[in-house]
């Protein structure tokens, strides 16, 4: 009895020791699978997509509904638009945003070629600067159902970059025409709201402050003309369809191809597909076939259809 009870009260700790070097063990082989794990593709890891739903973009009808974009502006928006430095933002600009504060605005071809020059001349060190120092007291868009809606200070990617464009367009009629509006009447009228003027005056003040306030130098009349170029080509590659896409939908421009069939309603309202078109100096192919037919079964000395005969000397077993 004695042996029994010890064997008993010692039959734990062999238990526990038993789990500890399974779990050491198991330790072990989990480090010793990370530290050699080999990926089973080389193709390379996407990058994680952006969390934050503000950065998505957003069309300017859902600011402004009914607004009438002027077309002359399509390719000055289009030019302007692929000028905005990719690293100041993450979020994609918008072209039909971009044509609206031109149509706003109404400058002429070389003033807006004057902005395009002031953003093609920015550096690497623009981008960085910007997203530091800009101020993020965006307003919030006009909404019919928060009219008296407070601002809140956001991240910088909320910001709509299409403020770059606005800003480069504002020193250019400053340079050129010497416009006495303010700050406040460009962000009311050009901006319908959707940046502050504390915004707009930063973002003045860093663009000069990066090309180092050299703004003559671009006013010369083949940078000018170059510009007034590359917007025309852009205006040539562009396509309206992005405007209207419900377009495709009517049917107005087919999916593939610029021959297309048509369809029309056949026996029992059944839509069936229309006759091929025949040249009028081509036979019908019909008439052919049947004149064919009557000849071959018409023909003298054509033997008739051979009729079945019995074997001689067949005999049937039942």
Same mark, same amino acid.
């Given at each position: 009895?004695?042996? !029994?009870?010890?064997?008993?009260?010692?039959? $734990?700790?062999?238990?526990?020791?038993?789990?500890?070097?399974?779990?050491?063990?198991? /330790? &072990? /082989?989990?480090?010793? *699978?990370?530290?050699?794990?080999?990926?089973?593709?080389?193709?390379?890891?996407?990058?994680?997509?952006?969390?934050?739903?503000?950065?998505?973009?957003?069309?300017?009808?859902?600011?402004?509904?009914?607004? @009438?974009?002027?077309? %002359? *502006?399509?390719?000055?928006?289009?030019?302007?638009?692929?000028?905005? $430095?990719?690293?100041?933002?993450?979020?994609? $600009?918008?072209?039909?945003?971009?044509?609206? #504060?031109?149509?706003?605005?109404?400058?002429?071809?070389?003033?807006?070629?004057?902005?395009?020059?002031?953003?093609?001349?920015?550096?690497?060190? &623009?981008?960085?600067?910007?997203?530091?120092?800009?101020?993020?007291?965006?307003?919030?868009?006009?909404?019919?159902?928060?009219?008296?809606?407070?601002?809140?200070?956001?991240?910088? /990617?909320? #910001?709509?970059?299409?403020?770059?464009?606005?800003?480069?367009?504002?020193?250019?009629?400053?340079?050129?025409?010497?416009?006495?509006?303010?700050?406040? @009447?460009?962000?009311?009228?050009?901006?319908?709201?959707?940046?502050?003027?504390?915004?707009?005056?930063?973002?003045?003040?860093?663009?000069?402050?990066?090309?180092?306030?050299?703004?003559?130098?671009?006013?010369?009349?083949?940078?000018? %003309? /170059?510009?007034?170029?590359? !917007?025309?080509?852009?205006?040539?590659?562009?396509?309206?369809?992005?405007?209207?896409?419900?377009?495709?939908?009517?049917?107005?421009?087919? &999916?593939?191809?610029?021959?297309?069939?048509?369809?029309?309603?056949?026996?029992?309202?059944?839509?069936?597909?229309?006759?091929?078109?025949?040249?009028?100096? !081509? $036979?019908?192919?019909? %008439?052919?076939?049947?004149?064919?037919?009557?000849?071959?079964?018409?023909?003298?000395?054509?033997?008739?259809?051979?009729?079945?005969?019995?074997?001689?000397?067949?005999? !049937?077993?039942?």
């Amino acid at each position: 009895m004695a042996s !029994m009870e010890e064997t008993v009260n010692e039959a $734990p700790p062999l238990v526990s020791r038993s789990r500890s070097s399974s779990s050491s063990s198991f /330790d &072990f /082989d989990e480090s010793f *699978f990370y530290q050699n794990y080999v990926p089973l593709s080389n193709l390379p890891t996407p990058p994680l997509g952006h969390s934050n739903a503000s950065t998505r973009q957003q069309s300017p009808e859902s600011f402004f509904p009914g607004e @009438d974009l002027s077309p %002359a *502006f399509l390719g000055p928006a289009v030019h302007l638009t692929n000028l905005i $430095p990719s690293s100041t933002s993450l979020t994609t $600009p918008s072209i039909p945003l971009v044509q609206a #504060i031109l149509t706003r605005a109404n400058p002429p071809v070389e003033t807006i070629a004057l902005a395009a020059c002031i953003l093609d001349s920015l550096n690497s060190r &623009f981008a960085l600067t910007w997203r530091q120092n800009c101020p993020l007291n965006t307003p919030a868009p006009p909404s019919p159902f928060h009219p008296g809606s407070r601002t809140q200070e956001q991240h910088i /990617d909320c #910001i709509h970059p299409e403020l770059l464009i606005l800003c480069a367009l504002i020193v250019a009629v400053k340079f050129l025409d010497d416009s006495h509006w303010t700050t406040s @009447d460009h962000a009311a009228d050009w901006g319908h709201g959707l940046w502050s003027c504390e915004q707009i005056n930063f973002t003045q003040r860093c663009l000069l402050e990066n090309i180092s306030y050299r703004l003559l130098p671009l006013c010369e009349e083949s940078i000018i %003309a /170059d510009a007034v170029l590359d !917007m025309e080509r852009a205006a040539r590659r562009s396509d309206p369809a992005i405007y209207d896409s419900a377009r495709i939908w009517r049917g107005e421009e087919p &999916f593939a191809g610029s021959h297309t069939g048509r369809a029309v309603l056949g026996v029992g309202d059944q839509l069936t597909p229309a006759e091929t078109p025949i040249s009028p100096d !081509m $036979p019908d192919p019909k %008439a052919i076939l049947s004149l064919e037919t009557k000849r071959a079964f018409s023909a003298p000395g054509t033997e008739p259809f051979p009729a079945y005969v019995e074997p001689a000397g067949a005999v !049937m077993e039942f």
